[in-house]
């Protein structure tokens, strides 16, 4: 085999397929990328249990032939100057070179590598659009130990929905045109592409055990979480958004992002020190503010002055500032729409300006410390009525 090929095509080619290689891996086959010259172009392939993902370029072939490299190649290419790079595979090692320059890798052959998998069925589909729903799902997912299957997204395509959700949040895009068999990928392993996947406007999809992503020059095949994704996780959605809510406001999201952050540094001093680490929102006599007390550290309140509320005068709901300050940032109107149903109740954040995505979080019980203040001031109370 031997080859020359530009320097940024062949790093791009080996940086994407080496995200698809496992630095752990049990086989030392799947520790390497397998190098392969097809008549005008070489291509590169990484293989893993979660993903496979092929991609190709332009080369200038002398002399066909395959190897198998240590992933760490994508590095050492890294290394050399702009222009053409020469490939030559010796005895027992995979020449590399331009100019003076030379790294001469130990390979092992191909045929130990495991067979390309073959995915069918592949239609096209508005890349950026599904990209989208991906990212704005995402935020809801992530890895809950002893249920692997929560740090997946559920692809439903007869439903036409993504949904991805970790028990204490959800998010849900519907109305989203696919085709194929109900799929679950990593979100973690899908994660890696979605820059790449998104950049192209004639991409090719497919979905099932293996959910195939596709353009002329890649492939990207991404493993579905075994298990199932819980039912209930799209019908909480779904129910609690045709429920009328007693309380609907509307944000500035500006003023909403900036008052979460001040909350999320208080969150993550307290639970640095094992503290409650919880913000609690209140609207009582036409003012909304968000506030913390963390225990040995210090108190804060944040107002929220732009806001529009109808329903309910006199409100209050604990959650996690971290996750919803995530989902704020992925709201792209100016506005921020919350609907809140009770104290312990999940509530929903909607998007006016795109209305397929809705994210519920689940609120949390009050802490105990307030919970045991408001009990001496209910005592209080009673012993005054004596």
Same mark, same amino acid.
């Given at each position: 085999?031997?080859?020359?090929?530009?320097?940024?095509?062949?790093?791009?080619?080996?940086?994407?397929?080496?995200?698809?290689?496992?630095?752990?891996?049990?086989?030392?086959?799947?520790?390497?990328?397998?190098?392969?010259?097809?008549?005008?172009?070489?291509?590169?392939?990484?293989?893993?249990?979660?993903?496979?993902?092929?991609?190709s370029c332009?080369?200038?072939?002398?002399?066909?032939?395959?190897?198998?490299?240590?992933?760490?190649?994508?590095?050492?290419?890294?290394?050399?100057?702009?222009?053409?790079?020469?490939?030559?595979?010796?005895?027992?090692?995979?020449?590399i070179t331009?100019?003076?320059?030379?790294?001469?890798?130990?390979?092992?052959?191909?045929?130990?590598?495991?067979?390309?998998?073959?995915?069918e069925d592949?239609?096209?589909?508005?890349?950026?659009?599904?990209?989208?729903?991906?990212?704005?799902?995402?935020?809801?997912?992530?890895?809950?130990?002893?249920?692997?299957?929560?740090?997946?997204?559920?692809?439903?395509?007869?439903?036409?929905? %993504?949904?991805?959700?970790? =028990?204490?949040?959800? &998010?849900?895009? !519907? @109305?989203?045109? #696919?085709?194929?068999?109900?799929?679950? +990928?990593?979100?973690?392993?899908?994660?890696?592409?979605?820059?790449?996947?998104?950049?192209?406007?004639?991409?090719?999809?497919?979905?099932?055990?293996?959910?195939?992503?596709?353009?002329?020059?890649?492939?990207?095949? %991404?493993?579905?979480?075994? =298990?199932?994704?819980? &039912?209930?996780? !799209? @019908?909480?959605? #779904?129910?609690?958004?045709?429920?009328? +809510?007693?309380?609907?406001?509307?944000?500035?999201?500006?003023?909403?992002?900036?008052?979460?952050?001040?909350?999320?540094?208080?969150?993550?001093?307290?639970?640095?020190?094992?503290?409650?680490?919880?913000?609690?929102?209140?609207?009582?006599?036409?003012?909304?503010?968000? &506030?913390?007390?963390?225990?040995?550290?210090?108190?804060?309140?944040?107002?929220?002055?732009?806001?529009?509320?109808?329903?309910?005068?006199?409100?209050?709901?604990?959650?996690?500032?971290?996750?919803?300050?995530?989902?704020?940032?992925?709201?792209?109107?100016?506005?921020?729409?919350?609907?809140?149903?009770?104290?312990?109740?999940?509530?929903?954040?909607?998007?006016?300006?795109?209305?397929?995505?809705?994210?519920?979080?689940?609120?949390?019980?009050?802490?105990?410390?307030?919970?045991?203040?408001?009990?001496?001031?209910?005592?209080?109370?009673?012993?005054?009525?004596?």
């Amino acid at each position: 085999m031997e080859f020359t090929v530009d320097k940024d095509k062949v790093l791009a080619c080996l940086s994407t397929v080496s995200k698809a290689v496992s630095s752990k891996a049990v086989n030392p086959i799947l520790g390497t990328i397998l190098i392969e010259t097809q008549e005008d172009k070489v291509m590169f392939r990484g293989v893993s249990a979660s993903a496979e993902v092929t991609m190709s370029c332009p080369a200038n072939i002398e002399k066909e032939g395959a190897c198998c490299v240590d992933a760490i190649v994508a590095n050492l290419i890294s290394s050399f100057n702009e222009g053409e790079i020469k490939f030559k595979k010796g005895k027992g090692r995979l020449s590399i070179t331009q100019g003076k320059r030379r790294h001469q890798p130990v390979f092992v052959e191909s045929t130990d590598f495991p067979e390309k998998l073959t995915k069918e069925d592949y239609v096209p589909i508005d890349g950026r659009k599904f990209v989208n729903a991906l990212s704005r799902c995402a935020i809801a997912g992530g890895e809950v130990s002893g249920r692997p299957i929560l740090g997946s997204y559920l692809i439903d395509p007869e439903h036409n929905f %993504i949904l991805a959700g970790d =028990g204490s949040q959800i &998010a849900l895009y !519907k @109305d989203i045109d #696919l085709v194929g068999e109900k799929a679950s +990928p990593s979100i973690k392993a899908l994660g890696g592409f979605l820059n790449m996947i998104g950049g192209e406007d004639k991409l090719e999809v497919s979905f099932g055990t293996w959910s195939g992503f596709r353009t002329e020059s890649w492939e990207i095949l %991404i493993n579905s979480i075994e =298990g199932e994704f819980p &039912a209930i996780a !799209k @019908d909480a959605v #779904l129910n609690t958004l045709a429920e009328e +809510p007693p309380l609907k406001i509307k944000f500035s999201k500006s003023e909403l992002e900036r008052a979460l952050g001040v909350c999320s540094l208080y969150s993550s001093r307290a639970l640095k020190d094992g503290k409650q680490h919880h913000t609690v929102f209140s609207l009582k006599g036409g003012e909304a503010v968000l &506030a913390m007390d963390v225990t040995d550290f210090s108190e804060m309140t944040e107002p929220l002055e732009t806001f529009e509320a109808e329903g309910l005068d006199e409100f209050e709901i604990w959650f996690n500032p971290k996750d919803l300050l995530e989902v704020i940032g992925q709201i792209a109107a100016p506005t921020v729409e919350v609907r809140f149903f009770a104290t312990l109740k999940p509530f929903l954040v909607l998007d006016e300006a795109d209305p397929n995505y809705t994210y519920l979080q689940v609120a949390m019980a009050l802490p105990k410390s307030v919970r045991e203040a408001r009990k001496q001031d209910v005592e209080v109370e009673k012993e005054g009525d004596f």
